[in-house]
Nanobody, 125 residues
Framework: VQLQASGGGLVQAGGSLRLSCAAS????????MGWFRQAPGKEREFVAG???????GYADSVKGRFTISRDNAKNTVYLQMNSLKPEDTAVYYC????????????????????WGRGTLVTVSS
């Protein structure tokens, strides 16, 4: 599957951004979709995931601020990010699970077989 992420940019602390990830190449609705991020000098970390059944998972650092959603008709997954903090600054990647109908929702990079290029989010203080 091919993934194309967009929506990153520069925002002040407390602001909002919505990331989008368009998928093509396979039946989108059968797979867990996830967002990860990687800050300079740090490992890639799980941010949010959304299963084929609608269940969600979030990193503790973003719970209550970020919301993941999907539009299966548009083959697109979104990440709404509110109350952004400088520590949210990172390159954000969308990813698609390698296995259809996975249970439970994967949170490790190794669970995801396809990755988009990433979009940079910079939050200024």
């Amino acid at each position: 599957v091919q993934l194309q992420a967009s929506g990153g940019g520069l925002v002040q602390a407390g602001g909002s951004l919505r990331l989008s990830c368009a998928a093509s190449g396979r039946t989108f609705s059968r797979y867990v979709m996830g967002w990860f991020r990687q800050a300079p000098g740090k490992e890639r970390e799980f941010v949010a995931g959304l299963s084929w059944s609608g269940s969600t998972g979030y990193a503790d650092s973003v719970k209550g601020r970020f919301t993941i959603s999907r539009d299966n008709a548009k083959n697109t997954v979104y990440l709404q990010m509110n109350s952004l903090k400088p520590e949210d600054t990172a390159v954000y990647y969308c990813a698609a699970d390698a296995v259809p109908y996975r249970v439970p929702l994967g949170t490790m990079p190794a669970d995801f077989g396809s990755w988009g290029r990433g979009t940079l989010v910079t939050v200024s203080s």
